[in-house]
């Protein structure tokens, strides 16, 4: 492995003009976060934005204001919110670093119609419970431990609505979108972007495990529609307990380590528009 870190980033953010945010802005923030990156390496920002590949960054929507009728969220001049990114991307982290966090040279940002001025920025997760940086190496180190020693139980937070793409139909040519917090398809997902990071991929044998030995209790979990690039995506919010059952407990640390890994890289589909952010409540 190397020494390839994760950072979650949390910026304060302050109105510089009454106005409002829509429910679905999570292309605006997306747009935000590549100009932020823009101003600290420009070739890297229109890398990230050009190229076909897996998004090395995930994106929350804005949190604050007060919510309308509308579903919009409303701001006076000076209301605060906190707005979250991941970076999976040590370039990208850089970039930001030395161009704002650094010398406290923070910006403002427009998302949306919104202007809005930077007044903090938390990235060691004392700040903020939200941000925070670790290595991949630490976080295996982490979790590098006797499966008995382990909770059998792992409730996850799906703050933002969740869904996964499974794929294309082959007879209709629409695509599969499933909107249930299912183990096998949850954690299946976690482990690919695991693997897309450097970490060991467990493969089909783990998949089947998940299968036969873990079960979800979905609890305190709605339904929303949601709007991507003018699509509308119908995900799951809420709390969901992940339970292991039987005597075999051999990928108990490897399941526990990908629930850690949802806070970083988010779960499912469109992340990088503000789906699937994911927190651990207990582990």
Same mark, same amino acid.
């Given at each position: ?33 590549? #100009? ?98 670790? #290595? ?23 703050? #933002? ?100 890994? #949802? ?21």
């Amino acid at each position: 492995m190397s020494e390839k870190r994760l950072y979650a980033i949390v910026l304060r953010l302050a109105a510089m003009r009454r106005g409002a945010l829509p429910r679905d802005h999570g292309d605006q923030a997306r747009a935000a976060l590549l #100009s932020l990156i823009r101003e600290g390496d420009s070739p890297l920002a229109k890398f990230l934005h050009d190229e076909n590949i897996a998004k090395p960054y995930t994106i929350s929507l804005v949190k604050g204001g007060k919510r309308g009728k509308d579903g919009a969220s409303h701001f006076g001049d000076g209301d605060t919110a906190d707005w979250r990114f991941t970076l999976l991307l040590e370039p990208a982290f850089e970039a930001l670093w030395r161009k704002y966090l650094l010398n406290n040279r923070l910006p403002h940002v427009r998302i949306g119609w919104m202007h809005f001025a930077v007044v903090d920025a938390f990235v060691s997760g004392f700040g903020h419970a939200d941000s925070g940086n670790i #290595s991949v190496d630490e976080l295996i180190d982490r979790w590098t431990v006797p499966p008995d020693e382990l909770s059998r139980r792992i409730v996850l937070d799906f703050q #933002s609505p969740t869904a996964f793409n499974l794929g294309q139909d082959r007879e209709t040519k629409t695509y599969r979108i499933r909107s249930h917090p299912d183990a096998r398809t949850l954690f299946s997902s976690l482990r690919k972007r695991w693997v897309k990071l450097g970490g060991a991929d467990a493969g089909d044998e783990f998949d089947e495990w998940v299968s036969q030995s873990v079960e979800q209790d979905a609890f305190h979990v709605r339904t929303q529609k949601v709007r991507v690039e003018r699509r509308p995506i119908t995900g799951f919010m809420g709390q969901v307990a992940y339970t292991v059952h039987g005597r075999d407990l051999s990928w108990l640390p490897y399941l526990h380590l990908l629930a850690a890994l #949802s806070f970083w890289t988010g779960a499912g589909y469109q992340t990088t528009r503000g789906m699937g952010q994911v927190r651990n409540i207990m582990t």
